[in-house]
């Protein structure tokens, strides 16, 4: 592929956008699943808690929590206003129910009050943060005291053999997410690495590993 080619792709994982955004919402999806999934388990949703998402994509993944808690509320943010509509066409169903709603921000300041989540939780969205710091600290201000975050990112080992990644994205291992958790205000409680087969665009199976970091903001 070209340079112009990779940094088509890499801009389109950042933000699906434009005719081929809904494609790529959908491969993101199906490749991410078992991450997205990881990253709910390690939540420990109860009944009744208030869940927020930086990056949904389409969100197709939502049932997997609203199902199993239909008393939970659901509240996704996005950078992207194509995956902002079409989470939203494909999850009408929890929307109408209230037990779901979708909104836009500009990916650094989280437009809630202070202690609004018991939850929060983002897949494959460390990468494309622009100011790391700054978004901790609105994340920490609107999670709960004893609330948890989840972060789940794919290990730099891994995203460094992709060559779209030369192009916009900031690679992590566990020890640098981690050193980035300690200039914010949460505790860290666990990481969680484990490994996965997915396929390349060879279609052939390869090994990757992801890390949850799973951190809380202490109740005083």
Excluded: C
């Excluded at 943010?77 to 129910?97: D, K, P």
């Excluded at 909104?103 to 018991?118: N, W």
């Amino acid at each position: 592929m070209t340079d112009e080619e990779l940094i088509n792709i890499a801009d389109q994982l950042k933000g699906p956008h434009g005719t081929k955004g809904i494609d790529m919402a959908t491969m993101m999806h199906e490749t991410n699943i078992g991450m997205t999934l990881s990253a709910i388990e390690s939540l420990a949703i109860a009944d009744h808690d208030t869940i927020l998402e930086l990056g949904h994509g389409n969100a197709g993944h939502l049932k997997y929590i609203l199902d199993k808690h239909p008393a939970s509320h659901y509240h996704g943010l996005e950078t992207s206003t194509l995956m902002h509509a079409e989470a939203q066409t494909i999850n009408q169903t929890y929307i109408t129910a209230g037990q779901a709603t979708f909104y836009l921000y500009g990916g650094t300041d989280i437009p809630f009050d202070e202690s609004s989540f018991d939850k929060i939780f983002t897949v494959n969205t460390l990468y494309f943060w622009a100011n790391p710091l700054a978004l901790l600290s609105s994340l920490y201000r609107v999670l709960k005291p004893g609330g948890r975050l989840s972060i789940t990112f794919a290990q730099k080992s891994f995203m460094e053999t992709l060559p779209f990644t030369r192009f916009g994205f900031e690679l992590y291992d566990t020890e640098k997410a981690k050193a980035l958790i300690a200039q914010s205000p949460f505790t860290i409680v666990e990481a969680l690495t484990k490994t996965e087969k997915v396929k390349n665009k060879l279609g052939e199976l390869v090994d990757r590993a992801y890390t949850t970091l799973i951190v809380t903001k202490r109740a005083s």
